[in-house]
């Protein structure tokens, strides 16, 4: 296994997670389920720390396709700049996350409020997540593209 196969595998656990943790985390912020915010702020710190891993076999995964036949150099520079958006959103989520777990026996006054920042801040990193999964997409797999008529970007 090389670090290409890991980012590969890997990719799909913090989108797909993402909106798991998003589901979760708002079903317990509007019942005020403790169990399941808890639940949700959990895997959002897993899921931080999965994107870890993804973003730094992302170069590694970037050198092992860019000079072979049939990959957009094009195609691979949107995917890496839509990725280091979403990283830094996951970061930031999963902070939050962390945040919210710390205050979470502390301070209930304030824990509402953090999970709230959070939820909406999970909202934000999923549709980065999201774009970014389908920029990734578009490196090779040119039937992502929303247009037919949309022309793939030139391969070199």
Same mark, same amino acid.
């Given at each position: 296994m090389n670090e290409t196969y890991l980012h590969l595998t890997l990719t799909h656990f913090p989108i797909v997670g993402s909106l798991i943790a998003l589901i979760l985390l708002f079903a317990g912020y509007i019942r005020k389920?403790?169990?399941? +915010?808890?639940a949700s702020l959990?895997?959002?710190?897993?899921?931080?720390?999965? !994107?870890?891993?993804?973003? @730094? +076999?992302?170069?590694?995964?970037?050198?092992?396709?860019?000079h072979m036949a049939?990959?957009?150099?094009?195609?691979? @520079?949107? @995917?890496?700049e839509a990725a280091e958006w979403a990283f830094r959103l996951m970061l930031a989520t999963g902070l939050g996350a962390v945040a919210a777990l710390y205050i979470?026996?502390?301070?209930?006054?304030? !824990?509402?409020?953090?999970?709230?920042?959070?939820?909406?801040?999970?909202?934000?990193? =999923?549709? =980065?997540?999201?774009?970014?999964?389908?920029?990734?997409?578009?490196?090779? @797999? +040119?039937?992502?593209?929303q247009n037919p008529d949309e022309t793939v970007p030139e391969v070199r």
């Open positions: 389920n403790e169990s399941i +915010t808890k959990f895997l959002l710190v897993g899921l931080a720390l999965v !994107t870890v891993v993804v973003n @730094h +076999t992302g170069e590694e995964a970037e050198e092992f396709v860019e049939g990959y957009s150099h094009d195609s691979i @520079h949107e @995917h890496e979470f026996p502390r301070k209930a006054e304030k !824990t509402r409020l953090v999970v709230g920042l959070v939820l909406i801040l999970n909202l934000v990193t =999923f549709r =980065f997540m999201a774009w970014d999964e389908k920029k990734g997409g578009e490196i090779r @797999h +040119t039937e992502v593209y």
